[in-house]
């Protein structure tokens, strides 16, 4: 809608007309407060406004009437959404069919006066208020956010997010998560803190399909719920399933199936579910077998005049607080709580849950076949320690204002009791359970455990929930949870106090300093008694929270069986759904002490985490060189470049004379300037600044018009994405000391194993590699080479230009700014020794770097000093080194790289070729040799003649290092240094030369040049050039980004995916099970290897 359109609406007077003139409801929306409800009726095109704030329980006071009659014309035009602010702000869309062609807001509190956006509001496919009452719309592939502060009836947007065209749009919730649907994955974004993460996979599901099909299945068959006083939760419904995702821990806890009212109501007794499963449930239809459920629940309702007796559950809406009932045209008020007591009363009373067996009621609840107790995983994850301090600081509190030992202690909940015995060498736990309140008590479990001494060490308990209780005793706090469908009592969490405390000051203390925080401290290397790591290893939760803990501590305790436990569980959990990733990061972040002590873990690692598929296949416009193209799902920012094309629309639409000669005059800027022009724009597109926008047009549009139809070489083909399995792996710690870190930055994963060849034999070592060259590393790379080239500049010109050409004050100009370039490069040389001396000083290329730039520093000094070039030898060296240092740059790519790998590797191999060792042994023929002083007798010869004065090259065997230099050059087939002997005279010389020369120089040179070639055949050469340009990533994240920058999401990323030909993937599988490397039994390959068709006889 242009800014010049108007529309009129009808207001009709609440008192005087029926809502919608007696139509049918066909929308319902309410404002995010719950302050205001708007309805729709197609029949009559109008949309009624009801106070809900204002008005009890029953029927809503009707508030306005709209007629949109005058603004919907046509038979196929129908409104799209709408929503309503909690300040009576009212947004609407309509279209053609499902296709929306405009947007309408109206201020209902100011005269029913229009408001315009700074940005054409058309096309938008959603439209939403949030907590905030922030304005959110969603058009062209942007979020925008706006301010409902009003100024000229007009809103500007305050930020814009650019969503990637692939990403296709669900919903929007109030507390600003956006929801996506991306290959069969759902992903929630938080507009605040602008990470993503992946609430749901389903790789099998469902296979690619049109687009326009796609969003109308999303829009028919996906919901999700999220509780904004429960941010740990997220509900989905997918078609008749609804399935429960923590974020917390990052994994599915639950799944019921609709139709299914047993199910349903096992969920329902957990009061912390209701608000995310009520807006899911509702409304339900009559041919859905819970609808028996609802129908039980709601007569209660409807039998105490709480509801119409004709109001069905079909036209029943729930939100957060209330639930909202439809009935001849009129809005119903219902109290959530009720419904939610009615719930419970049903519950407790239902026969059907009473007399059933648990075991049966959740077999099979997991999707994909699983048979976990989820029940009773979902009863853990909703009692979680960490998230009711305020429980345990109560006990605290309790014990402070009563520090006795106790022998025995109990509490009772509802039907369950706990009792806690500390006698003797006895500690012992027992849980009784009662059907009613009549009825008896009954042992249902119980845990006992001996101790060597006799001790009194209880001193309080406390309840979480009914099945999960906190004991306080003298050396540790436990808690302990009861699984009823199992009957048996598992310890969930154990801290042992770090002192003896027999007095009350002491405990005062002890709490203080351990328990005092908002969450419970984890647990060190004191903590894992042997029955709690039972608990942690077979229960999926605990080991997502304790896991990485856990498998520390049997590393340094050198506890094989358990590392080889834990590593077998969390491969486990992974490969029965993918939804599982989470569990990869347990081993990822600890993989630096696999590597330094069970490195055989990383290799069995990279095997079965090879080809982890995050999508089917599906094409798209693809370029050869983009095959393991690593990328993030994310949002980028583009408020100045959306609010230029704002600038632009309004100039085309309202100056159109000055639009066209500002047009004119920047296509004559661009084609003098041509170079810098696509330079520029360039740089602006690779980080995201501009892109292509084609709804007007401006200063960039001609870079994208040349850029697709003359510079893309794009092609069509097909693409597999796969998940890199190193989670977490990048990732620095988010406590850090902005100082520190500059003298001792924190490590990671990553730069802990450089080293490990195992890591980048696979198509996860390289892309991650890719990934960090593609964010940041040749970036700075490109800033290190330009310092270090004109480093190299100034001090070689310096050293190398004519007198004739420079004079001294610019050659003393040049050394002096070598001096200071050369300090520069040399301080983060400093760096790498004070983090790691050792490492350094095992390095040989630092020794030869530290040469670079020290050897020109004091050249130039020197000079300064001097102001004589007598120093050629250390001018000749600072330039070498200088030299050699510039063509090491190239190592960083692979064409280079790849041969430079092969010569330091062959090299590190034949090193022990060369190596001389001190030979002392008395046969040696060089220890045994006469040696002969001469001297004058005086006696004249009569025979005179000339010779030649002797000197160290006319016998070059007489010093040990001349005489390998002579072994050299003869090596080399220059044998000067025999020549001064005759042959003839001496003929054991010449029976040596010719043994030496079978023996050195045709075998053994020979010999050398086979174990060369062995050596180039059996090191990996693409494997040894990832891992130095690793060491080149690794160095630059540690000593050239800044401490912040190694905490930006976009650039460390807890996951990432990338992209492979499908064609290439095919190859490299077959490579693969030729190789014998590919695991047949893996039902993860195995329909991998369906899809690529790809036959396996194995």
């Known amino acids: 809608m242009s800014q010049t359109d108007e529309f009129s609406v009808e207001i009709y007077d609440s008192n005087s007309d029926v809502p919608h003139k007696g139509n049918p409801i066909t929308k319902l929306e309410v404002s995010p407060n719950e302050k205001y409800l708007i309805t729709y009726s197609h029949e009559d095109n109008s949309i009624a406004i009801w106070d809900v704030e204002n008005n009890d329980e029953g029927p809503l006071k009707l508030d306005k009437t709209l007629d949109l009659n005058d603004t919907i014309k046509g038979t196929n035009n129908f409104l799209q959404q709408m929503c309503v602010s909690d300040d009576k702000k009212l947004v609407y869309t309509y279209g053609y069919m499902d296709q929306v062609e405009q947007g309408v807001i109206y201020d209902m509190m100011n005269n029913n006066s229009e408001i315009k956006v700074d940005c054409e509001f058309k096309y938008c496919r959603y439209c939403t208020f949030n907590l905030k009452d922030e304005l959110i719309l969603y058009f062209d592939d942007i979020i925008y956010i706006y301010s409902v502060q009003t100024k000229n009836n007009k809103w500007n947007h305050k930020k814009a997010y650019r969503i990637p065209f692939y990403l296709m749009l669900i919903s929007i919730s109030l507390n600003d998560k956006v929801y996506f649907f991306f290959n069969n994955s759902i992903y929630e974004w938080d507009l605040n803190t602008e990470k993503v993460i992946k609430i749901f996979d389903n790789i099998k599901g469902m296979k690619y399909i049109e687009e326009w099909q796609l969003r109308k299945y999303i829009k028919k068959n996906i919901r999700i719920s999220r509780d904004e006083n429960n941010e740990n939760l997220v509900c989905l419904r997918i078609e008749d399933r609804?399935?429960?995702?923590?974020?917390?821990?990052?994994?599915?806890?639950?799944?019921?199936?609709?139709?299914?009212?047993?199910?349903?109501?096992?969920?329902?007794?957990?009061?912390?579910?209701c608000p995310l499963l009520f807006p899911l449930l509702f409304p339900l239809s009559d041919n859905i077998s819970s609808s028996k459920f609802w129908e039980k629940c709601l007569s209660h309702l409807r039998q105490s005049d709480q509801l119409p007796k004709k109001l069905f559950q079909d036209n029943i809406q729930i939100t957060n607080k209330y639930a909202f009932g439809i009935l001849d045209g009129n809005i119903w008020k219902i109290d959530l709580e009720k419904i939610?007591?009615?719930?419970?009363?049903?519950?407790?009373?239902?026969?059907?849950?009473?007399?059933?067996?648990?075991?049966?009621?959740?077999?099979?609840?997991?999707?994909?076949?699983?048979?976990?107790?989820?029940?009773?995983?979902?009863?853990?994850?909703?009692?979680?320690?960490?998230?009711?301090?305020?429980?345990?600081?109560?006990?605290?509190?309790?014990?402070?204002?009563?520090?006795?030992?106790?022998?025995?202690?109990?509490?009772?909940?509802?039907?369950?009791?706990?009792?806690?015995?500390?006698?003797?060498?006895?500690?012992?736990?027992?849980?009784?359970?009662?059907?009613?309140?009549?009825?008896?008590?009954?042992?249902?479990?119980?845990?006992?455990?001996?101790?060597?001494?006799?001790?009194?060490?209880?001193?309080?308990?406390?309840?979480?929930?009914?099945?999960?209780?906190?004991?306080?005793?003298?050396?540790?706090?436990?808690?302990?949870?009861?699984?009823?469908?199992?009957?048996?009592?598992?310890?969930?969490?154990?801290?042992?106090?770090?002192?003896?405390?027999?007095?009350?000051?002491?405990?005062?203390?002890?709490?203080?300093?351990?328990?005092?925080?908002?969450?419970?401290?984890?647990?060190?290397?004191?903590?894992?008694?042997?029955?709690?790591?039972?608990?942690?290893?077979?229960?999926?939760?605990?080991?997502?929270?304790?896991?990485?803990?856990?498998?520390?501590?049997?590393?340094?305790?050198?506890?094989?069986?358990?590392?080889?436990?834990?590593?077998?569980?969390?491969?486990?959990?992974?490969?029965?759904?993918?939804?599982?990733?989470?569990?990869?990061?347990?081993?990822?972040?600890?993989?630096?002490?696999?590597?330094?002590?069970?490195?055989?873990?990383?290799?069995?690692?990279?095997?079965?985490?090879?080809?982890?598929?995050?999508?089917?296949?599906?094409?798209?416009?693809?370029?050869?060189?983009?095959?393991?193209?690593?990328?993030?799902?994310?949002?980028?920012?583009?408020?100045?470049?959306?609010?230029?094309?704002?600038?632009?629309?309004?100039?085309?639409?309202?100056?159109?004379?000055?639009?066209?000669?500002?047009?004119?005059?920047?296509?004559?800027?661009?084609?003098?300037?041509?170079?810098?022009?696509?330079?520029?724009?360039?740089?602006?597109?690779?980080?995201?600044?501009?892109?292509?926008?084609?709804?007007?047009?401006?200063?960039?549009?001609?870079?994208?018009?040349?850029?697709?139809?003359?510079?893309?070489?794009?092609?069509?083909?097909?693409?597999?994405?796969?998940?890199?399995?190193?989670?977490?792996?990048?990732?620095?710690?988010?406590?850090?000391?902005?100082?520190?870190?500059?003298?001792?930055?924190?490590?990671?994963?990553?730069?802990?194993?450089?080293?490990?060849?195992?890591?980048?034999?696979?198509?996860?070592?390289?892309?991650?590699?890719?990934?960090?060259?593609?964010?940041?590393?040749?970036?700075?790379?490109?800033?290190?080479?330009?310092?270090?080239?004109?480093?190299?500049?100034?001090?070689?010109?310096?050293?190398?230009?004519?007198?004739?050409?420079?004079?001294?004050?610019?050659?003393?100009?040049?050394?002096?700014?070598?001096?200071?370039?050369?300090?520069?490069?040399?301080?983060?040389?400093?760096?790498?020794?004070?983090?790691?001396?050792?490492?350094?000083?095992?390095?040989?290329?630092?020794?030869?770097?530290?040469?670079?730039?020290?050897?020109?520093?004091?050249?130039?000094?020197?000079?300064?000093?001097?102001?004589?070039?007598?120093?050629?030898?250390?001018?000749?060296?600072?330039?070498?080194?200088?030299?050699?240092?510039?063509?090491?740059?190239?190592?960083?790519?692979e064409y280079f790289g790849v041969y430079f790998a092969i010569i330091i590797s062959v090299a590190r191999q034949i090193i022990s070729f060369l190596e001389y060792t001190s030979n002392n042994d008395p046969n040696n023929p060089w220890n045994v040799a006469n040696t002969y002083q001469v001297f004058e007798n005086g006696i004249l010869n009569p025979n005179p003649y000339i010779i030649q004065t002797p000197n160290e090259n006319t016998n070059m065997f007489i010093d040990f290092r001349t005489s390998v230099f002579a072994m050299y050059k003869f090596l080399t087939g220059d044998s000067s240094a025999l020549s001064n002997w005759s042959y003839v005279d001496d003929p054991t010389l010449a029976i040596l030369i010719v043994l030496f020369s079978l023996l050195i120089v045709v075998y053994l040179m020979n010999l050398l040049i086979g174990l060369l070639n062995s050596a180039i055949e059996k090191d990996n050469n693409k494997v040894s050039f990832l891992i130095q340009k690793a060491e080149i990533l690794a160095e630059i994240e540690l000593f050239y980004l800044l401490p912040n920058q190694r905490r930006w999401e976009k650039w460390f990323p807890e996951v990432f995916y990338y992209q492979a030909s499908v064609d290439k993937t095919r190859e490299e599988i077959k490579e693969m099970i030729k190789n014998n490397e590919w695991d047949t039994n893996d039902e993860s390959k195995k329909y991998l290897l369906e899809l690529l068709n790809i036959e396996c006889n194995a």
């Open 242 to 273: 609804i399935h429960i995702y923590t974020t917390e821990l990052r994994i599915h806890v639950a799944s019921l199936h609709l139709n299914d009212a047993t199910q349903l109501n096992m969920f329902i007794k957990h009061p912390v579910l």
């Open 340 to 893: 939610k007591s009615n719930m419970n009363t049903l519950y407790k009373n239902s026969d059907e849950l009473n007399n059933s067996n648990s075991d049966e009621i959740i077999k099979n609840w997991y999707f994909d076949n699983e048979t976990f107790e989820t029940d009773d995983r979902l009863s853990i994850i909703l009692s979680n320690p960490y998230s009711h301090m305020d429980i345990i600081h109560a006990l605290f509190q309790e014990v402070l204002s009563d520090y006795e030992y106790k022998e025995e202690l109990e509490v009772i909940q509802n039907l369950i009791r706990w009792r806690v015995i500390n006698r003797g060498l006895t500690f012992e736990v027992q849980v009784f359970k009662k059907l009613d309140d009549s009825s008896e008590w009954s042992l249902i479990s119980r845990i006992t455990k001996e101790y060597q001494v006799k001790v009194k060490r209880l001193l309080g308990i406390k309840l979480i929930n009914d099945s999960t209780i906190v004991i306080l005793s003298r050396y540790c706090l436990r808690i302990y949870h009861l699984n009823e469908n199992r009957k048996s009592i598992s310890l969930i969490y154990f801290c042992f106090m770090d002192s003896d405390f027999d007095s009350k000051e002491e405990f005062l203390n002890n709490y203080k300093k351990q328990f005092s925080g908002p969450t419970l401290p984890y647990p060190n290397d004191d903590n894992y008694i042997s029955d709690w790591v039972s608990s942690i290893k077979n229960n999926k939760e605990m080991i997502l929270k304790y896991g990485v803990e856990l498998l520390e501590y049997a590393i340094k305790e050198h506890e094989l069986e358990l590392v080889d436990d834990i590593y077998k569980k969390c491969i486990g959990y992974f490969k029965e759904e993918n939804n599982n990733i989470a569990f990869l990061s347990i081993f990822t972040s600890t993989i630096h002490l696999l590597n330094e002590h069970y490195p055989e873990y990383i290799s069995k690692y990279s095997s079965d985490t090879t080809m982890v598929m995050n999508s089917l296949i599906h094409p798209i416009d693809y370029n050869d060189s983009l095959h393991l193209d690593p990328f993030q799902i994310e949002a980028i920012n583009s408020s100045l470049w959306v609010r230029y094309n704002a600038l632009m629309s309004r100039l085309k639409y309202n100056h159109k004379i000055i639009f066209w000669l500002l047009n004119v005059v920047q296509i004559l800027i661009i084609l003098p300037l041509s170079p810098i022009y696509f330079a520029t724009c360039y740089l602006l597109e690779k980080f995201n600044f501009i892109y292509w926008y084609n709804r007007t047009f401006n200063l960039f549009n001609v870079y994208f018009y040349i850029k697709s139809t003359i510079f893309s070489e794009c092609k069509f083909t097909t693409v597999i994405i796969f998940t890199n399995p190193y989670i977490k792996f990048v990732t620095y710690p988010k406590d850090y000391n902005w100082f520190w870190e500059l003298i001792k930055p924190q490590s990671n994963g990553f730069v802990e194993t450089t080293k490990n060849k195992d890591i980048y034999k696979t198509w996860n070592g390289e892309a991650l590699i890719n990934f960090k060259w593609k964010k940041y590393g040749k970036f700075y790379y490109a800033i290190i080479w330009t310092g270090f080239m004109a480093f190299l500049g100034c001090f070689t010109v310096a050293a190398t230009a004519p007198q004739q050409y420079i004079d001294d004050d610019v050659r003393n100009q040049l050394l002096f700014t070598s001096i200071i370039l050369g300090f520069i490069h040399l301080s983060f040389e400093i760096r790498q020794i004070i983090y790691d001396p050792i490492k350094w000083i095992y390095d040989f290329w630092n020794f030869f770097d530290v040469m670079a730039f020290v050897l020109p520093i004091i050249t130039s000094y020197l000079w300064l000093r001097t102001n004589e070039m007598n120093i050629i030898p250390l001018l000749s060296f600072s330039c070498l080194f200088l030299d050699m240092k510039f063509l090491l740059f190239f190592r960083a790519f």
